[in-house]
Each structure stands twice: as structure tokens, then as C-alpha cells.
């Protein structure tokens, strides 16, 4: 297998989304009657700056361009991860009403029953565990993807992943400021044991009682949009074309997708939004900047030139002039 290079220019499109949505929150926080107190937080957001350097070094090096591809992005995703938690809570506190009854609404109308699916898995036990047990670990997934793509030379997927990743989290995130939502559990009035932990917060961050965000302490507060199906989308379309083991992670992948409703406290609507938004970051950031966008400028600049010759000088050498 022939070494693949660094992707510094889709590793720059990924910086660049994480520091102009670093930019846009800490103005908001500036300017703002918002405050973010990061705590433990911090230590997240060196960790990923450290991975950062370590990935800067072996790429500036030449070391290892797997080792390189592999820091930079997921360095890039940790810290992107703790700016996008500002900007969700930066969001929902814009003040929109909660859209709980517009959500189950669309629900009914596409003639989906988010309860009975409910009470389905509560009769399936141990459908319900593997649903679970999927579920949590989403961003080992999402580290298990990229780990995938470096360690099989697919360097350039491995950091287009990447992107997608985060403009699909930056998507959902604003969206959902403008459908804040407690979520079913909360909406049907059943316990959700431990599962919606923003469901009793999101009401005072969206009256305006709440401007404080303890980061460290702040769940994750988008319903509407669906990040985590997005991310299940995106890692299963990444995967699928990694071998055997690409083949099953996809398929993980998909899977713990069915968990997203009861063990992400989601209405369908959210799932089919972050899907569909999952779905068009691949397609999008791929044909732009994966693979196939480089295959076929280097088809292109090695195609040979066509070169026109006369009749007279081919009927010379022997040849046969071309029927019309």
C-alpha cells in the first residue's frame, strides 16, 4: 500500500470550523449577559490541544502521516467538543419556546408512536440492553472511526470524517436553539431515570433564569436535531468501504441508530433530522474534499491530450480514413 501524505488541507477546513465557532461563542460570552465557568472542563481542553501537538509533530516531522491524521483530527474533535457544549447552551438561551408539542406533532403526522416503541423495548429487555450498551459509548465510535481510516492509509477520509463530524455537531447545536425541547420522556410524563438530565435545566436556560453554564456540569441540551444519529449516519457511510472490519462497524453503527429514541430521550422527527443532516454533511464533504474529489483531478492531469492529425497524413502511413 503506497504511503498517503498528511491532508493539511482538509485538516485546515476542520480548524477552521473549530476556531471560527470558538470565535463566535466567546464573543457571544464577551458581549453577552452569558457566563461559562469551565472547571473541570479545562482539562479536556488541554488534553486535546496536547494531541494536537503530538499530531503536529509527527506530521511536521514526516514521521508517520497515520500517527499525524489520527492526533490532528481527533485533537481537533475533543476541543470542538468542549466549545460546542457553549455554543448548545449559547443557543438555547436565544429564548424560543419549547417546541415539545410541535415535535410529537410531526410524530403523529408521520404516524410514528414514540410510546409504543417505548413500551416495546420495556418488553424487550435484552433488545433494550444492547440498544443501551450501544448507545453510550458514541464517541469511542467516532475515535474507532478515525483509528479505522488512518490505520487502513485512508488518511484523507480519516480527516474528511472529521470535518463532517463537526459541521453535522455545529448543525444540530444551531438548529436546535430554534426547537428546544425538554424531549418525550418529559413530554409524555414518564421517569426517565437518569436518561434526560437537561430536561429539568432547559426550562430555566430558555426563560433566561439560568446565564450561568458550569461546563464541566452542563449536559448536552440539543433534542431537535439529533447529533448522536448524525454521528451514527456518518461513521457507518465512513466505515463502509474500510474492509471487514469497516463492514462491521457500519453495521454497529446502524444498529445502536434504533437505540436513539428511548436511550437518547429523542423524538423520531429528531432521529430522521439528524440523519438526513448526517446523511448530506458525507455526501457533501466527501465529493469536496475526500478521495474522490483528489482521484479525479489526478485522472484529469494524467489523461493524455487528444491530438487531432489530418486525414491526408494518416491516408500516407497506410491508415484508414474514419467512417462518417
Known amino acids: 500500500m503506497a504511503r498517503s501524505p498528511v491532508p ?62 489520527m492526533a490532528l483530527t481527533i485533537g481537533a474533535m475533543v476541543v470542538g467538543g468542549q466549545v460546542a457544549r457553549v455554543l448548545d ?30 413500551d416495546w423495548q420495556a418488553q424487550h429487555g435484552e433488545i433494550s440492553f444492547v440498544l443501551e450498551w450501544l448507545y453510550r459509548p458514541t464517541q469511542l465510535f467516532v475515535a474507532a472511526t478515525v483509528v479505522l481510516l488512518t490505520v487502513r492509509g485512508r488518511h484523507r477520509d480519516a480527516a474528511t470524517f472529521g470535518v463532517a463530524i463537526a459541521s453535522a455537531l455545529v448543525i444540530c447545536v444551531v438548529i436546535g436553539g430554534f426547537f428546544p425541547a425538554v424531549g418525550p420522556y418529559g413530554y409524555f410524563g414518564i421517569p426517565d431515570h437518569g436518561i434526560a438530565p437537561w430536561a429539568a435545566l432547559l426550562p430555566d436556560i430558555v426563560g433566561g433564569r439560568v446565564t450561568v453554564a458550569y461546563l464541566a456540569k452542563l449536559p448536552a441540551l440539543t433534542t431537535f436535531p439529533s447529533y448522536h444519529s448524525a454521528v451514527a449516519i456518518l461513521a457507518a ?18 444498529v445502536w441508530l434504533a437505540g436513539v429514541p428511548v436511550w ?18 458525507h455526501f457533501a464533504l466527501f465529493r469536496w474534499l475526500g478521495v474522490e474529489r483528489v482521484s479525479a483531478r489526478v485522472a484529469a492531469a494524467t489523461k493524455p491530450a487528444m491530438v487531432a ?3 491526408e497524413e494518416v491516408l500516407q502511413q497506410g491508415g484508414q480514413p474514419p467512417h462518417s
Open 8 to 69: 493539511w488541507d482538509v485538516l485546515a477546513a476542520l480548524y477552521s470550523i473549530v476556531f471560527v465557532t470558538a470565535l463566535g461563542v466567546a464573543l457571544v460570552v464577551a458581549w453577552g449577559p452569558l457566563d461559562v465557568i469551565l472547571g473541570p472542563a479545562v482539562w479536556a481542553v488541554l488534553l486535546g490541544f496536547l494531541v494536537v501537538f503530538i499530531g503536529l509533530g509527527y506530521g511536521l516531522s514526516g514521521r508517520n502521516a497515520a500517527i499525524a491524521t
Open 309 to 311: 492529425v489530418p486525414v
Open 237 to 254: 457511510l465512513a466505515c463502509r468501504r474500510a474492509g471487514r472490519v469497516g463492514i462491521a462497524l457500519s453495521v454497529v453503527n446502524l
Open 89 to 118: 447552551f449559547e443557543t438555547k438561551a436565544m429564548g424560543f419556546p419549547l417546541a415539545d408539542a410541535t415535535l410529537a406533532s410531526w410524530d403523529a403526522w408521520l404516524g410514528l408512536n414514540w410510546r409504543g416503541y417505548y
Open 264 to 281: 437518547g430521550d429523542h423524538y423520531f422527527v429528531d432521529v430522521i433530522a439528524g440523519v438526513l443532516i448526517g446523511a448530506l454533511c
